[in-house]
Antibody
């Protein structure tokens, strides 16, 4: 059983939108803080945002460089994490990972990643 | 924004020999809770990253004890006592004190 599985990536035109999903299993998702991290082709890792567990308030924070274009949310009843991406541009082309690994108090899980390609 | 700077960016190592990667931050990573939120990740070729070390020197479950982390404030080091073939990949330091920032990555390869 793979703890985290991303889906929803694909080819989208500049200015378009996409919603990524991360399905969690094998751990208590509702208690977990979650993050999205992305990796442009041939480049390093970049933090996109995080969402707290409901018990810790449930709020989300996003990297400043996104300028409000991306929104993280969660549905604990379905063990799912989401990344809504709007006003996409070519610089958003990357593999997007969901992960618990940025938070030291939880087991480190990473998904296999989903590729988002922004191109006309 | 906190900038994380790793060196070297490329690290050829002979099997069985030690390796060391440095990571510097533009601001102190000591947090108000008294912890220093510096982690190390390894991304093997074609794989997702995995965390090796958290809070400077704490090894994750299943991480061999040949990996060790040290440092404080703005200067940190990841040491591998004896490099094995499975250690090949890109190593990233990451700070989690002032939001989250990764270093550029250090590519370890076998000579």
């Amino acid at each position: 059983e793979v703890p985290l599985v991303e889906s929803g990536g694909g080819l989208v035109k500049p200015g378009g939108s996409l919603r990524l999903t991360c399905a969690a299993s094998g751990f208590t998702f509702s208690n977990a803080w979650m993050s999205w991290v992305r990796q442009a082709p041939g480049k390093g890792l970049e933090w996109v945002g995080r969402i707290r567990s409901k018990s810790d308030g449930g709020s989300a924070d996003h990297a400043a460089f996104l300028k409000g274009r991306f929104t993280i949310s969660r549905d604990d009843s379905k063990n799912m994490l989401f990344l809504q991406m709007n006003s996409l541009n070519t610089e958003d082309t990357a593999v997007y990972y969901c992960t618990t690994g940025l938070f030291h108090w939880v087991t480190d899980y990473w998904g296999q990643g989903t590729l988002v390609t922004v191109s006309s | 924004d906190v900038v994380m700077t790793q060196s070297p960016l490329s690290l050829p190592v002979t099997l069985g020999q030690p390796a060391s990667i440095s990571c510097g931050s533009s601001q102190s990573l000591l947090y108000i809770d008294g912890d220093t939120h510096l982690s190390w990740f390894l991304q093997r070729p074609g794989q997702s990253p995995r965390r090796l070390i958290y809070k400077v020197f704490n090894r994750d479950s299943g991480v061999p004890d040949r990996f060790s982390g040290s440092g404080s404030g703005t200067d940190f080091t990841l040491n591998i006592s004896r490099v094995e073939a499975e250690d090949v990949g890109v190593y990233y330091c990451m700070q989690g004190t002032h939001w989250y920032t990764f270093g550029q990555g250090t590519k370890l390869e076998i000579k």
